[in-house]
């Protein structure tokens, strides 16, 4: 049997449930293949890796480019950074994105946000050849919601796939690290829910909130969902 970990660097509990439910719809594992870990104060730290196959690190609501970093996010940073170098396969969403890119000595900004819902995401030369993204097409699309962006990539990493509002969508470092800015766990039914729980944060527009609502059906999640199957594929 498969054994994965969901790396859950968020706070509040339904939040963190209803991540952990879109992980399973995306990658196709049951309950006993996915344990979930939420990183949420700083006594919470990792668990041994040993028998797992592969680490999936979910969103949160941090940024890198913000001017104080709480003790928390301090500390759930370190734990993330263990993951960067671990042997065992890992994928980074999100925020995971803009943090290993920072970490492997890239940048962050604030140049190319992009408001919650679907983005556009294509494929580099490198991306085509990748073993994650090899069967996709060149295009896809996916959804997403973001207030900051990787702005710099360091040499170390190779850049997959990019898009017209957002120029880092989705990097590899080294064999098996892989991070996309995109939400890959989400379909627009679970956008809607995840909206609901951040209204306040910046990704949209209160005002903006039924007409992004009403535009995300029009969304095929089905390769951005894709990559996390992928990544399981790969794994076992």
Not at 11 to 20: I, R, S
Not at 69 to 80: N, R, V
Not at 196 to 225: C, Q, R
């Amino acid at each position: 049997m498969s054994s994965f970990l969901l790396v859950s660097p968020r706070t509040g509990d339904g939040v963190v449930a209803q991540e952990y439910k879109d992980f399973l719809q995306a990658t196709g594992l049951s309950r006993d293949e996915l344990t979930q870990v939420q990183l949420d104060s700083t006594e919470d730290v990792l668990p041994p890796l040993d028998g797992y196959d592969g680490v999936i690190v979910g969103g949160s609501p941090f940024n890198i480019t913000d001017k104080l970093h709480t003790p928390k996010q301090i500390h759930i940073m370190g734990q993330l950074r263990t993951l960067i170098d671990c042997e065992l396969p890992s994928i980074f969403i999100c925020f995971g994105a803009g943090f290993v890119a920072s970490e492997l000595g890239g940048s962050v900004g604030r140049t190319h946000p992009e408001e919650s819902g679907g983005t556009v995401v294509h494929l580099t030369e490198d991306g085509k050849r990748d073993p994650l993204l090899s069967s996709f097409p060149d295009t896809f699309q996916a959804l997403t919601g973001h207030t900051e962006n990787i702005t710099l990539l360091d040499s170390s990493c190779v850049l997959l796939a990019e898009g017209p509002t957002c120029p880092v969508q989705i990097f590899r470092y080294g064999e098996h690290t892989w991070a996309a800015q995109f939400h890959a766990e989400m379909d627009p039914a679970s956008m809607q829910i995840r909206m609901n729980f951040y209204m306040d944060y910046g990704y949209f527009h209160k005002e903006d909130y039924d007409a992004i609502v009403a535009t995300l059906p029009t969304v095929d999640t089905t390769y951005s969902n894709g990559l996390l199957a992928s990544f399981v594929r790969y794994c076992q």
